[in-house]
Structure formats: structure tokens, C-alpha cells
């Protein structure tokens, strides 16, 4: 089963990338969907977003990319989390299906 | 940052100092800058952080704004890169009228803003666990509102340390 690579982004990288990424981590495994999940401070990622499958972001990303991002608000605040979370849940699931067939 | 390594979540964990000289209640201010230029003064005067600390909150704040709607009402989780920061704390407001602050991740939205949680982290992966449990808070509508409509600087205190206290075991 292909394993869905995520990054998690904040600004600096000060802890709340971290909080949104656990949170994420967690929702997935009840599903259980088994992602790789990492954190990545805003100014690194144009470096490293071509590794990942998906971009979750607490603040805006400037990068220019084709790949699918979700904001990393609703998991901090709680608003608008449960339809994030089955937004990014499908998505995975999407991106799993279309890489299973790959092969 | 790096990557996260869940494999790291059994590090030693540090306090992350909540405290009765970190709060204040019911400030009245005008503008978000007042209130960062408070907070951090408190924090630099307790020997929280170094001199450049509140600064360098306010430069972040421009580029990285930290509003946050939560249900209850407006936060703000003000803070800047770690090499400012001595010992780990958060220094709590609650506001009497509410200030504006530009909203985390959405720069061109506003959000009004009464309850401010400044964060002073040293090492983020020594004070993940506390400090999640923290911002946990946004989401606790009941200990949020509390906190909102606390009359003393023991009372907030109190409610932070209880909420922290009713995640142990998450």
C-alpha cells in the first residue's frame, strides 16, 4: 500500500505545525490510513515540497505547485475541522488509489 | 523545523511556566502592539526572555499573523523564533475591548481578538505535550469562556492549569 506522504507547514516552525500534524496523524489512524506526516517551517518548503503528495498549511503558501493544499487552521481552532478532516481523508484515499494503480 | 519524528515523543518534557506574574485581567488597550509590548515586558522583567524577544513577536506578527477565530471568541497565539527565549511560559490577557489582530494563515482577515496566549518557546519539541494542551484550549468553549470572564490574575491561572490537568491523560 503506497504511503501517502503529508507536510505539515507554519511559519517558523514554532510548535504549531507540530500541533496541527499530531491532530492530523490521529484522525488518519482512525481511519486507518497509514500516512508519512512531516513539519516544515514555510521558508523550507519551496526545497522539499516536490517529496510530498499533499501540503497542510497555517499560513499562506507562495510556492507555485500543482499539489493539493489544505489550510491548518481548522485544526487549531476546532472550526470547520470535521469537514476538513473528510476533505483531506478523501483526498488521501485518492491519491492511494491513484498510486496503487500506478504500479 | 525539520520533520517531525514521532519517534521523539518520549523526550524529556519540559514545564512550560503558566503563572500569576505572566497574566493580566481585563487590560485595557488599544491596539495589538500595546498589548504584545505588555506581555512582553513581563515576560523580559521575570527573565523569561531576552531583551529582543518582544520585537521580534511584533516583526512576526506582521509576516506570520497569529488571529485565530475560535467558536467562543477571537485568540491570538502570538510568538517569534526560539533563540529569544530563556524559559519556556505563556503569558496570558484577557482584554476589556477587544483588538485586532490579522488572521493566522489568512493575512488579509481581521479577527477581534480578547484573549491573548503568548507563547515563549525555547526548544519545541521539549514542550510539545503542554503546549498542545494549551492551545486545546481554543477548542474547550466551556474553559475558554471561563477564562474570558475571569475577574483575577489566580482565577485564570486556575482554569489553564485545570484544563492542562484534564488532558493528562490525552
Same mark, same amino acid.
Given at each position: 500500500?503506497?504511503?501517502?506522504? &503529508? ?29 508519512? &506526516? ?34 491548518? &487552521? ?14 483531506? &481523508? ?14 | 523545523?525539520?520533520? #517531525? ?7 524529556? *518534557?519540559?514545564?512550560?511556566? #503558566? ?16 498589548? #504584545? ?17 518582544? *520585537? ?12 485565530? *477565530? ?61 503546549? !498542545? ?14 477564562? !474570558? ?9 486556575? #482554569?489553564?492549569?485545570?484544563?492542562? !490537568? ?5
Amino acid at each position: 500500500m503506497y504511503k501517502v506522504k &503529508i507536510v505539515v507547514v507554519c511559519g517558523s516552525g514554532v510548535a504549531m505545525a507540530m500541533h496541527a500534524a499530531y491532530k492530523l496523524r490521529e484522525y488518519l489512524e482512525e481511519e486507518k490510513l497509514y500516512v508519512h &506526516i512531516d513539519g516544515s517551517g514555510n521558508n523550507e518548503l519551496p526545497g522539499r515540497i516536490n517529496a510530498y503528495d499533499m501540503v497542510v498549511s497555517n499560513s499562506q503558501v507562495t510556492v507555485k505547485t500543482d499539489k493539493p493544499i489544505f489550510s491548518a &487552521i481548522p485544526l487549531i481552532t476546532g472550526v470547520g475541522e470535521k469537514e476538513l478532516v473528510e476533505k483531506i &481523508i478523501a483526498k488521501v484515499r485518492e491519491i492511494q488509489e491513484e498510486k496503487n494503480s500506478d504500479k | 523545523m525539520g520533520n #517531525i519524528n514521532f519517534n521523539d515523543e518520549n523526550v524529556n *518534557q519540559d514545564e512550560l511556566s #503558566i503563572e500569576e506574574h505572566l497574566i493580566l485581567v481585563k487590560e485595557k488597550v488599544t491596539s495589538r502592539e500595546e498589548i #504584545i509590548r505588555k506581555l512582553g515586558n513581563m515576560l523580559f522583567e521575570n527573565g523569561y526572555v531576552k531583551n529582543t524577544y518582544t *520585537q521580534a513577536v511584533l516583526d512576526r506578527e506582521i509576516e506570520y499573523p497569529t488571529g485565530l *477565530q475560535a467558536r467562543v471568541t477571537g485568540v491570538a497565539i502570538p510568538h517569534t523564533d526560539t533563540e529569544h527565549v530563556l524559559i519556556p511560559a505563556v503569558a496570558i490577557a484577557t482584554l476589556e475591548n477587544p483588538v485586532i489582530f490579522n488572521g493566522m494563515g489568512m493575512p488579509d482577515t481581521e479577527v477581534e481578538v480578547d484573549t491573548i496566549l503568548m507563547l515563549a518557546i525555547h526548544n519545541p519539541k521539549s514542550v510539545v505535550s503542554i503546549l !498542545r494542551k494549551v492551545i486545546f484550549i481554543l477548542e474547550d468553549d466551556e474553559a475558554l469562556t471561563k477564562m !474570558r470572564f475571569a475577574k483575577t490574575k489566580l482565577e485564570i491561572k486556575n #482554569i489553564m492549569t485545570n484544563h492542562i !490537568r484534564s488532558l493528562a491523560n490525552k
